[in-house]
């Protein structure tokens, strides 16, 4: 479930620009996880005055005031979890049901699925222990607000006094919809009329920062670079959790610049990078590449959409001594289990990219046929010490397939993309990213070693080797 965090750093710069208001109060809009409260509270200097839209925040905002938790299962969380009452009798512990259940519920409905169904039934057996370590969680927890504010972002502004701070973290861009909609689940569990309240685009989020800058202290973050001439000299922060995520700017009254990104150990590969007016020859090569040369060429050529992983092992194709592209690849352990769509044992497809500019339409293929072949292949082995039969990768795809590795590699399986729903490895990616987005999340197949590299690209120049 996508609960709407603000990140460690973006939390680390807001907490010193907070730390400088001298205000009684602090309104928070878009509380979610009430990350930002969790790091304003210790303080110990200021009212918070909460607000969100979701069952999820506002039971969390009655428990943090102190009040009653109203929570209630619906006919439907009855029926399918009948046995939840005896762990709703107290405030705490129904604050730690709705918690669990946040999480237990993404596994609803996908109980035909092996792995779905399974986590589902461990997670009903575990329950009494996982309750009881979430009672104590919360029972320790020492946060404190003064009120919520069950509505609309944008009203709470708007309804709130002048003289105070106001902090905000709303969700980015087109992934308000999506956030809301996360919660779905959850609030058919139990009983929770919603309040109405509108989505944010990239229009109204503007007229909502303006609406914010209006109060005497004011601080907020967004994924959008705000237009220098109105809001460039409020940016006081930009913080990137890795060298792909996206970036994220803080714009406040108060506080110095201050920027957090993350180090990348670069250098440069020193190899010859083949391009437009070139002619692809016939002397075709693989050639090792160290870590950082690898990380230098996919910052350069890689989509920067693209959150890249951890490579075993990064391979450049060379022809006539120019660089044409890079492959990679993975021998981190896999759950997967594809012997019934392809021979194994495999290796993992990390990256493929093709350099750029070029004359070439389908340049990216040939960089396919040089990690499909037979030199590849040993290579592999070497790094695994066992037989490697066959390559693996995923794409994304606006299609049901991706054209390039149409022909070369079968479809192993297709699903539509979830991506809000993986938080492990989406945490730091834009909901609203084009690339993990697209409507179609595929695994695809090949078997390693079907010719030499002398043979791929003959064949390549046989079949692909068109120009623009």
């Not at 160290?290 to 996919?298: E, G, K, M, P, V």
């Not at 350069?300 to 959150?307: P, V």
């Not at 092992?313 to 021998?331: P, Q, R, W």
Request: hydrophobic share 40%; with cysteine; proline share 5%.
């Amino acid at each position: 479930m996508f609960y709407g965090s603000v990140p460690a750093e973006a939390q680390a710069i807001m907490n010193k620009i907070v730390k400088m208001w001298d205000v009684s109060d602090i309104y928070i809009g878009c509380s979610g996880n009430f990350t930002l409260e969790k790091f304003i509270s210790p303080m110990g200097r200021f009212n918070l005055h909460s607000n969100d839209v979701t069952l999820y925040s506002l039971m969390l905002g009655q428990f943090f005031q102190g009040k009653t938790v109203e929570l209630s299962l619906s006919e439907t969380g009855a029926e399918m979890f009948p046995w939840l009452v005896q762990y709703m009798e107290t405030d705490v512990d129904r604050i730690a049901t709705m918690l669990l259940m946040s999480r237990i519920v993404a596994y609803v409905g996908k109980e035909d699925h092996p792995y779905y169904s399974m986590m589902l039934q461990e997670n009903i057996k575990q329950y009494p222990a996982m309750h009881e370590k979430t009672v104590k969680k919360l029972t320790d927890s020492r946060l404190s607000i003064a009120s919520y504010y069950n509505g609309d972002a944008v009203d709470f502004v708007k309804e709130s006094p002048q003289d105070v701070g106001f902090v905000s973290f709303p969700p980015f861009k087109k992934a308000g919809k999506a956030f809301v909609k996360d919660f779905a689940k959850l609030e058919q569990i139990f009983s929770f009329t919603p309040p109405e309240y509108g989505y944010f685009d990239e229009k109204s989020l503007v007229d909502y920062f303006r609406l914010i800058m209006q109060k005497k202290a004011w601080c907020f973050g967004t994924d959008m670079r705000l237009p220098p001439d109105e809001f460039g000299e409020y940016l006081k922060g930009m913080t990137k959790t890795t060298n792909r995520g996206i970036p994220i700017y803080l714009y406040a009254n108060y506080g110095r610049p201050q920027i957090v990104t993350p180090l990348q150990s670069t250098i440069s590969a020193n190899i010859q990078k083949f391009g437009k007016g070139m002619e692809i020859g016939d002397d075709i090569r693989l050639y090792e590449l160290s870590n950082d040369a690898f990380q230098t060429l996919r910052s350069q050529y890689m989509n920067i959409n693209i959150r890249p992983g951890s490579a075993t092992l990064a391979i450049g194709v060379l022809v006539d001594g120019y660089l044409i592209g890079v492959y990679a690849f993975s021998a981190a352990p896999t759950q997967s289990n594809w012997d019934k769509h392809i021979e194994t044992p495999t290796m993992y497809l990390l990256s493929d990219f093709p350099v750029a500019p070029v004359d070439y339409k389908h340049l990216a293929k040939l960089v396919l046929y040089a990690a499909l072949s037979k030199e590849s292949k040993r290579l592999a082995e070497r790094i695994t010490r066992r037989r490697c039969a066959s390559l693996v990768t995923t794409a994304f795809s606006k299609n049901p397939e991706s054209m390039k590795y149409r022909g070369l590699f079968k479809v192993l399986n297709r699903k539509h993309n979830d991506s809000l729903q993986k938080a492990d490895w989406a945490k730091d990616i834009d909901p609203a990213n084009a690339y993990y987005m697209q409507p179609y999340e595929i695994n695809y197949g090949a078997p390693l070693g079907q010719w030499t590299l002398q043979e791929g690209l003959a064949m390549w120049k046989k079949k692909h080797s068109q120009k623009r």
